[in-house]
């Protein structure tokens, strides 16, 4: 395999994750993480009103989480929209600070994890991406 995208379009099992399988895959490879069927039934959160937060990977054993606004275009580009990062941004602030009633069921229980690890240290570097 020559690059990135041999290993990942050779994945046949991500391809039922659709927009989500590159994030998945990015996160396995940056993470060193093999179960992406689990992952990907816990982290995606990715819908209707996912206020913007894609994936939301919680690791209290190693303390971290990846907050993810994913993107996927059958065309080649060198980078994803610019909106992405806003997008991002946006997802992180409902699932960190807003008022808890307030939070969509689709990412209610995420932002509930994640919280409550960061308030008792499971969680201590949040990573963010972004993945075209």
Known sequence: MNSWNDAFTAREDLLEYSDNALG?????????????????????????????CDMVYVNSEDCYAVLAQCY????????????????????IGWLLQRDINDVPKRIKSAAVEIRDCIKSEKVKTLYSMVRP
């Open 24 to 52: 998945l895959f990015s996160l396995a490879l940056r993470f060193g993480l093999d179960d992406l069927e689990t992952i990907a039934a816990d982290a995606i959160t990715d819908g209707s009103d996912d206020k913007k």
């Open 72 to 91: 996927f275009s059958q065309k080649e580009k060198d980078k994803a929209p610019a909106n992405k990062a806003s997008d991002l941004n946006t997802g």
